[in-house]
């Protein structure tokens, strides 16, 4: 038996940019602590720090796509791991919000 870690289903900033261009319906989560949301946030972003998710389950939906990001997607993935794990359809935004201001939005900065 290998440490198997299971593929963490992921999203790229691009497909993200897609979603909110098209209005699609999805719920999209920052599990960053409230000032690192307070300097730079994706516009819709809903403010869930990774300490408190299992505490704020009873808010999300498991019939709502959930897009989860972090900062560069080390905790996002914890919380998609943790998420998917409970029955929810949750995605890891690949590279967090340092991609987002890189190739979508160079006007946010997390630096």
């Known amino acids: 038996m290998g440490l198997f870690q299971p593929s963490i289903p992921e999203i790229t900033v691009e497909e993200l940019k897609g979603k909110i261009d098209r209005k699609d319906l999805f719920v999209l989560i920052d599990v960053r602590e409230p000032h690192e949301h307070e300097q730079a946030r994706i516009p819709g972003s809903r403010l869930i720090p990774l300490g408190t998710l299992e505490s704020c389950l ?12 972090c900062r560069s997607g080390g905790r996002s993935a914890r919380a998609v791991q943790f ?13 967090g919000i340092q991609a987002w201001c890189e190739r979508i939005d160079p006007s946010i900065s997390v630096d």
């Open 83 to 95: 998420l998917c794990a409970r029955g929810y359809r949750a995605f890891n935004l690949s590279g």
């Open 58 to 69: 009873g808010q999300l939906s498991k019939s709502d796509e959930l897009i989860v990001h």
